[in-house]
């Protein structure tokens, strides 16, 4: 693994993202972003807090933190970064049947970055959902479909944790208002 590319610990919150390999789209079709959804919760959800995500058509990104061992008591633990490579590799299968496509989808080693202080993490949530809007795929981020944003403000059940994220905002009311006064944002890193 690159000297640039920090391992996943457990007990620790990350930036996940990647994107398609030389750039070429990950969602191809319409439900390939339901079925990425799918392939996401069923190979993470047991190890894995979901707090946001962003399905762009050549690349995604997630924030969340990778449970404690101590947590994962009854589950046969494997390397913390073999249940997103898993998932990487489920996906790409999927995608290369659907669309008769052949070789790597994704680049590789994918992007993780540790989330190390609060101020941090709800700046990360605001650029993921900010992220539609920045690369000009819609106007206003809220119109974008393929995010966490309007799961985290409705009510309907949800796997992603939709009360941490509101307590780490203060409330449902300062999540929606701070999306809406912050400006779109810069890259919080040099390189995406």
């Known amino acids: 693994m690159p000297s640039d590319i920090p391992p996943i610990t457990f007990g ?25 959804m799918e392939l996401w919760w069923k190979h993470t959800y047991q190890v894995f807090e979901t707090w946001a995500f962003c399905l762009l058509r050549n690349h995604f990104h997630v924030a969340g933190f990778f449970k404690n061992k101590e947590d994962l008591e009854g589950l046969k633990i494997k390397e913390p970064s073999q249940y997103f490579s898993n998932f990487f590799n489920a996906y790409s299968r999927g995608l290369n049947i659907a669309t008769q496509r052949t ?39 809220r119109d974008w479909n393929y995010s966490s944003y309007h799961e985290l403000t409705g009510n309907t059940p949800t796997r992603l944790q ?6 780490l905002f203060g409330s449902h009311e300062d999540f929606v208002r701070i999306h809406q006064e912050v400006q779109p944002l810069e890259d919080i890193y040099d390189e995406e």
Do not use: C, W
Request: hydrophobic share 35%; aromatic share 18%; proline share 4%.
């Open 103 to 141: 070789g790597a989808l994704f680049e590789r080693p994918f992007k993780r970055i540790p989330v190390d202080s609060e101020a941090y993490l709800m700046r990360l949530i605001i650029y993921i959902h900010q992220n539609p809007q920045k690369h000009k795929f819609e106007d206003d981020f």
């Open 162 to 167: 939709r009360d941490k994220v509101m307590q």
């Open 12 to 36: 620790t919150f990350f930036h996940i993202y990647n994107r398609g390999n030389n750039g070429e789209n990950i969602f191809v079709q319409e439900r390939n972003y339901a079925y990425f």
